[in-house]
């Protein structure tokens, strides 16, 4: 008795080059991540919103359950490779945003494709990411033009990413690559 995968190899195979070509781009930002924290700290929401990107060009591509969990996992790997001391934050990011990226999705049983499901993800990551670091990097002690300019640009962030993803993913679909 042989069983139906709910994502076929194209599918994992699109998954995995997309997870690469976006693990790349992953460890440039963890690289970049210390020396945006030691300098202008406000940014670190621009780098740390690049890691959406391996799920909204994938659900963008594919149009599928779970191409964005897997995705992400992918890029993790990838990124750990370039920083292996941040394996488990990266493993821990892309677990997060592939499942608020699914979650959202799923919400619209994968029936709804519009950006604005995208951003909508995009909003809830960013507004995750800022609320986190901002206990967690002790920002109340900030100048509040400091702290306003942090929490901008970490919703922003993940927004524009998501714009640069669907751009990518578009793209990709228009090039070929999610007919089956």
């Known amino acids: 008795m042989t069983r139906t995968s709910t994502l076929s190899t194209r599918a994992l195979l699109v998954c995995a080059a997309i997870g690469v070509a976006t693990g790349i781009l992953g460890g440039i930002a963890g690289w970049l991540t210390i020396p945006v924290l030691l300098g202008p700290f406000f940014l670190y929401g621009l780098v740390l919103g690049s890691h959406v990107l391996p799920g909204i060009i994938a659900q963008e591509v594919l149009r599928q359950p779970f191409v ?3 995705t992400h996992v992918v890029a993790a790997l990838i990124a750990s ?10 493993l821990g990011t892309a677990l997060l945003f592939g499942a608020i990226q699914e979650g959202v999705a799923a919400l619209t049983r994968y029936r709804s494709w519009g950006p604005w499901r995208f951003f909508i993800s995009a909003a809830v990551i960013g507004v ?5 670091v901002y206990f967690a990097a002790h920002l109340s002690v900030m100048a509040p033009w400091a702290q306003i300019l942090y929490l901008t640009i970490s919703v922003l962030g993940p927004i524009a990413w998501t714009a640069v993803g669907l751009g990518i993913g578009s793209a990709l679909r228009r090039a070929g690559v999610a007919r089956r």
Request: proline residues 6%; charged residues 5%; positive net charge.
């Open 68 to 70: 964005a969990l897997v």
């Open 81 to 90: 490779a370039f920083n292996p001391a941040w394996t488990l934050r990266f």
């Open 128 to 132: 995750l990411v800022a609320v986190v």
